[in-house]
Nanobody
Framework: QVQLQESGGGSVQAGGSLTLSCAFS????????MGWFRQTPGKEREGVAVIETDGGGNSYADSVKGRFTISHDKGKATVFLQMNSLIPEDTGMYYC?????????????????????WGRGTQVTVSA
C-alpha cells in the first residue's frame, strides 16, 4: 500500500513560483513511477510531470516544459514539483500519484489511468 500526502499549494501572481511536495510511504522493494497531475472543474485530469524513483528518466507535459521541474529525494521519500513562471492556466488542483513498476507496467508516462495510488490534492491558484 502506498500513502501520499501533498503540500505546498497556494495563491500566487502570474510569473511567480511555487514548490509542491509529496511525501510518500511505500514498500521499498518496488521501484515506482511518481507523478503530478492537475485538474480544473469540468476538465479531465491531465498529467503534468512524472519521474522514475530508481533514478531513471522523467517526462513533462508540453505546456510546462522549461517551467516545471520534478525531482525525487530518496532519503526524504519525497517528490517535488518546482513550478516557475506560473501562468493563470496553471491553476488547478494538483495531485500526487504513484504506481509500482513491474513487467506488466514497465514504463512511466503521463496517463492518469496507469496510476494506482493518489493523494488528496493541493490547490494552486495563479492570478493574472
Amino acid at each position: 500500500q502506498v500513502q501520499l500526502q501533498e503540500s505546498g499549494g497556494g495563491s500566487v501572481q502570474a510569473g511567480g513560483s511555487l514548490t509542491l511536495s509529496c511525501a510518500f510511504s511505500a514498500v521499498i522493494t518496488y521501484t515506482y513511477c511518481m507523478g503530478w497531475f492537475r485538474q480544473t472543474p469540468g476538465k479531465e485530469r491531465e498529467g503534468v510531470a512524472v519521474i522514475e524513483t530508481d533514478g531513471g528518466g522523467n517526462s513533462y507535459a508540453d505546456s510546462v516544459k522549461g517551467r516545471f521541474t520534478i525531482s525525487h529525494d530518496k532519503g526524504k521519500a519525497t517528490v517535488f514539483l518546482q513550478m516557475n513562471s506560473l501562468i493563470p492556466e496553471d491553476t488547478g488542483m494538483y495531485y500526487c500519484a504513484a504506481f509500482a513498476r513491474s513487467i506488466r507496467k514497465p514504463g512511466c508516462g503521463l496517463r492518469p489511468d496507469d496510476f494506482d495510488f493518489w493523494g488528496r490534492g493541493t490547490q494552486v491558484t495563479v492570478s493574472a
